[in-house]
């Protein structure tokens, strides 16, 4: 970026610092484009599941196999290679260009939480680019114009002071496991249905310019390739597209008490751990959220166990563009031109944090962007991104430069 | 065991091999009696909560700390050391004195299971001493007269093909912790009750003989002290006592799906796993009771899911001895000898699973001999075990082999 005339500069805080960059335009009234990535990712277990070792990215069948190929490594480096290019072909762009490149996108943003509002006036834009996202299918490509919310917790059940023998006191003390089961389940109803009061509070319809250019279609022969299950999970009475893009969650993402190696071991554990996240959308607040469940699992924890809030919770907001802002246009063509065929709109069941409060300090028109398909294995074993799509995101990163530098068509 | 002029051997098999040793007297009338113990020990994690490494025994407070150190090889050791004693004491005991010493006893004793079919003959015994138990408290000891059976099995419940991102499947595929809770919290009633059709089947009252000379008494302070919990695990309707010797349970031992470790991974996991173990009484199968429950967990699994039991099972059923025996009369009375105060009687919750098969087949009277206290931490981190107690056990088996020898009183 120091070669392409970046002024960079890492902003500290209390946890992973946050990369700026800035190359400012020559002409004094050009407009300013925020883009945003992140340079962290997730961690990599079960690591025996990885066919090559997942920080020596390896090249197989035109795909680049390595954590962080797609999310958000790979799309970062076509996005900072496309503003390169042009700046190399063009020594003046009337745009004032700025990354935004944090470390906690994947653990909640907390660090660049507080710096947005340490640094609010260097992060003044017209147009902000996530360039994190997905384009739905590489025949029926979408340009995204919403993300849902976030909020994360863990909750740890205490029983005994240390573990214990199932046969000696099986049926006398409480198991946390089984404490831990029972409160998990009662949080959803047979149905799907979240059963814990308040949930659904600021869920409200799409909007209709936002809802009619999308389409809900469900690719059940590609959904069962991806991903070898069914698609019964969440709210029964939504279709499975209404329940990625537009419904509420709430996810079991990790659970655990005892022993579960190879063998048995008849042990009634002291303490067992969940870690629960929710999705959110619309205007629903994921702090409120996570404060309702929160509340609802120590009100139905039975005598007995102490219920533990161990870490700090992550919170982002659900987010929703434009359609009819420049930014969105812009992008939406450049898609087109790029992949020389019809472009369609999608929204996306991930969540970026901070974008929502980064869009809001920034003042500027939020446009999504990325090349992310469903079956990359993100956040999995073998994560990987194509070859192909790390060329049309360098086309499409640099043509929607050109068409924000230039008036609005 | 050979300088205290024992015949020795290996029983190989498809496990962990058996010591077998054997000592005859040289009266030809002389009565049998059979030893067991066993030298596997439970897994030692979560390792980090040792307070010291667990395979370096080391002293603290007059206690050894040690994985095994009460379980069971502390109590091998003592009751090879008494024998080696009264052999050195007096070469001529009228009393043919084996050992058989397994490998599995922490996983349900497979090997020995085939071996004792194998070995019949050589296992034939008057009596028939498990030294393998507790003595309930220092200062109200007790000598048990039963042990509860155990069934265990793993159960995996396998979704999509490959761990997936919580924030696109989110909603859409069903996730294994989900379905996993909810078909384990549907195992047990509110009230303890284990529902799962026939599972009661084939249990009865205790024998008269034995339920008069036990004591339901709960120490409400020392389980407090010992556990840290309280009291309100299993079936409601029974008091802490009634449930730890006389009920059945249903714990999960074990349950893991999806990540918990630090921070969070927004996953939902492929698989998610759990291990249960049943302990059983009076004429309960523990082959039928596994086979029920995992029919009911089959039945019970939600659309989508499949279930997969990718483990061999454990099973053992429980044992009863009968109060009036010689066997358990003579090892009553070394204890009130040793001890130097009145013995009582008890039972214990846990289980040797192959005990009711070597009884069976030795053809002699069962008697339980050990000095565990439910605060040894037995299968726990901080195992340890007296050195106190060392010494009442080298005693007590003594004066038992001692008074074996003898006719009956």
Chains 1, 2 share one sequence.
Request: charge should be negative; charged fraction near 20%.
């Amino acid at each position: 970026m120091d070669r392409a005339g970046f002024a960079t500069e890492l902003w500290e805080g209390n946890g992973h610092p946050v990369l700026f960059a800035e190359r400012r335009a020559s002409t004094p009234q050009a407009r300013t484009v925020l883009i945003y990535g992140h340079y962290d990712v997730q961690p990599v277990d079960p690591l025996e599941l990885w066919e090559s070792p997942p920080f020596e990215p390896t090249v197989r069948n035109g795909e680049v196999f390595a954590r962080g190929a797609q999310d958000n490594k790979g799309q970062c480096f076509y996005s900072v290679a496309a503003v390169s290019a042009i700046v190399a072909m063009s020594q003046e762009i009337p745009l004032n260009i700025k990354f935004v490149v944090e470390g906690e996108e994947e653990c909640g943003s907390a660090n660049l939480h507080k710096l947005v509002q340490t640094y609010a006036d260097r992060l003044r834009a017209d147009y902000v680019l996530a360039v994190d996202l997905g384009y739905h299918s590489k025949l029926k490509p979408g340009v995204t114009l919403g993300t849902r919310g976030i909020g994360t917790f863990t909750v740890k059940f205490r029983g005994a002071t240390s573990d214990l023998h199932s046969g000696t006191h099986g049926g006398v003390v409480i198991n946390p496991n089984h404490a831990l089961v029972k409160v998990l389940s009662s949080l959803r109803d047979d149905d799907g249905t979240i059963n814990v009061p308040g949930f659904y509070d600021g869920i409200s319809p799409l909007p209709d310019d936002v809802h009619e250019r999308l389409n809900f279609e469900f690719d059940a022969a590609a959904f069962a390739s991806e991903t070898g299950a069914k698609p019964l999970g969440g709210e029964r009475r939504f279709s499975p597209v209404e329940r990625a893009w537009t419904r509420p969650t709430l996810e079991i993402n990790g659970i655990g008490g005892g022993y579960t190696g190879e063998g048995f071991k008849t042990v009634i554990p002291a303490v067992a751990t969940a870690k629960l996240s929710c999705r959110l959308v619309a205007d629903q607040d994921p702090i409120r959220v996570v404060r309702l469940v929160k509340e609802e699992i120590v009100r139905r924890a039975p005598e007995g166990i102490d219920v533990i809030f161990p870490e700090s919770d992550q919170a982002g907001h659900p987010v929703q563009c434009n359609p009819r802002s420049w930014a969105v246009r812009a992008t939406h063509r450049a898609y087109e031109e790029v992949l020389g065929r019809e472009v369609g709109y999608i929204m996306v069941g991930g969540s970026i944090p901070i974008l929502a409060e980064l869009t809001q300090v920034s003042g500027g028109e939020l446009a999504m962007v990325g090349l992310g398909l469903g079956s990359d294995n993100m956040h999995a074993p073998n994560e990987h991104f194509g070859l192909d799509r790390f060329r049309q995101g360098f086309l499409i990163v640099g043509r929607i430069i050109e068409l924000l530098a230039k008036s609005q068509a």
